[in-house]
């Protein structure tokens, strides 16, 4: 049995972690990494696509990578309730042109009680932004624990 803690009922602290685990999971950019924290039959929405199961996810992420070049991810708890979270996030990335985007969303997460996440429901939009208006500049990988979140970024 696959156990990812923290686990459910969550708590602040718990509900903290658990969203920090996830933004580094996601910030390695490791479609294997990530797709292991998800149950074997994970359901999810990201934009119009609706991966099912972990080898859809990880499909799914090897697709999101190569095009979403130099990602940095910043993930923030909105609120959470025994087994569910709400999260905000923003992330930036470039495109194979150069040109550099800014993607806010928000997400619904679902977990069992192994705390392996069995739902995703994803709501994302995009926003070109100029290389200069950037506000994620530490070296590719884990957000280090000095850089600001996004309140203190405002966004």
Request: no cysteine.
């Amino acid at each position: 049995m696959e156990t990812k803690p923290p686990v459910p009922p969550f708590d602040l602290e718990s509900a903290t972690l658990k969203v920090r685990l996830a933004e580094d999971a996601w910030n390695s950019r490791d479609p294997g990494r990530v797709a292991g924290v998800y149950t074997q039959d994970t359901v999810w929405r990201n934009r119009v696509e609706f991966p099912v199961g972990r080898a859809q996810v990880r499909e799914f992420l090897e697709r999101k990578w190569a095009r979403e070049q130099d990602y940095r991810l910043i993930k923030e708890l909105w609120g959470f309730r025994n087994h569910r979270m709400a999260v905000r996030f923003a992330y930036e990335w470039h495109d194979d042109t150069g040109q550099w985007y800014r993607s806010y969303g928000n997400e619904l997460w679902e977990f069992n009680a192994d705390g392996l996440m069995q739902r995703r429901l994803a709501s994302i939009n995009d926003l070109a932004i100029e290389a200069t208006e950037r506000k994620f500049h530490w070296p590719l990988g884990r957000r280090p624990d000095d850089h600001p979140g996004l309140s203190e970024l405002g966004l």
